[in-house]
């Protein structure tokens, strides 16, 4: 299997409204592409897609081999990390930091699946190797925004998956607890056989250079996908937003504003 996303065609509607029209989008394994869109472009709703929460209305859509109409979606979200701030609302606040990381597992909320104390124990030496040890016997309500979002990442590990979808994460977090992040993501960009990454930012800053491929979309449509290199200039992008763009980059990072 090469392939993670096969996006051939696919719509999505509600009533009257195409929330995503005619998408044409693959994505190979271990490729990490960033996400770039204004609210409401349909950013969220691909992502929900791609987990299997929603279904194309025409169109074939295929994750990781898993055909949508023909596939088991449980099974396959087993292999899909997921770490956005949606999932902070369903989460039980009560539950220990280290029973959420292992429900990653079984892509469950909370734990009703039997697990082993090999199972727990792997849930903590993950957390300890993203740097969460003093997070380990605290409920998840005490947590800071940025150990949540640390928690979340350790969770969406633990099934090792083949596409880690990172939903804005670093929302919320202050301008070093960010790049702590940054740098936790950059190094799971760097695993062998790391998984597939796909991250939705609105700040081109957070786009570290492992994310080497760029999805712009717009009102429900691609307006270009393809290389960093080549989407990432101020022409393309102001094209894009339909405002001037300013931009300043050095070799690591790029930062937008409107002019
Ligand atoms: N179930 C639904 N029924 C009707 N409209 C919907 C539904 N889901 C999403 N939309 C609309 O589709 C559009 C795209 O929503 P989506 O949440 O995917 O945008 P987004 O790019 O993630 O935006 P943001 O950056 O603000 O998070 C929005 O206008 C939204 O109101």
Same mark, same amino acid.
């Given at each position: ?11 999505f ?47 074939k ?10 596939t ?27 029973q ?7 892509a469950?909320?909370? &734990?009703?699946?039997? #697990? +082993?104390?090999?199972? @727990?124990?792997?849930?903590?030496? !993950? *957390?300890?190797?993203?740097? $969460? ?18 928690v ?27 790049e ?18 796909? &991250?939705?930012?609105? #700040? +081109?800053?957070?786009? @570290?250079?492992?994310?080497?491929? !760029? *999805?712009?979309?717009?009102? $429900? ?39």
């Amino acid at each position: 299997m090469d392939q993670v996303l096969n996006f051939d065609h696919v719509s999505f509607q509600r009533g009257t409204r195409t929330i995503l029209n005619n998408i044409n989008w693959q994505v190979k394994k271990r490729e990490n592409w960033a996400i770039l869109g204004l609210n409401g472009a349909g950013k969220t709703t691909l992502l929900k897609m791609i987990h299997g929460d929603i279904w194309p209305t025409s169109g074939k859509l295929t994750v990781l081999d898993h055909l949508f109409g023909q596939t088991n979606i449980p099974q396959l979200r087993r292999s899909i990390g997921w770490v956005s701030n949606a999932l902070q609302d369903w989460l039980h606040p009560g539950d220990l930091v280290e029973q959420i990381v292992l429900s990653g597992k079984f892509a469950s909320i909370g &734990l009703y699946e039997k #697990y +082993t104390s090999l199972d @727990l124990q792997s849930a903590c030496e !993950l *957390l300890i190797r993203l740097g $969460g040890k003093k997070l380990l016997g605290k409920t998840y309500r005490v947590l800071s925004q940025g150990e949540r979002q640390l928690v979340l990442i350790a969770r969406a590990l633990m099934a090792k998956p083949k596409l880690l979808i990172l939903d804005e994460p670093c929302n919320g977090l202050d301008l070093f607890a960010r790049e702590r992040l940054l740098n936790k993501i950059a190094t799971i960009s760097q695993l062998p056989n790391h998984p597939a990454l796909l &991250l939705v930012s609105h #700040y +081109t800053e957070e786009l @570290l250079p492992c994310f080497t491929n !760029l *999805l712009l979309l717009k009102k $429900g449509e691609i307006y270009a996908a393809g290389s960093r290199q080549r989407l990432l200039t101020a022409s393309m992008l102001t094209n894009f937003y339909a405002a001037p763009i300013r931009i300043i980059e050095d070799s690591q990072r790029v930062i937008i504003y409107p002019k």
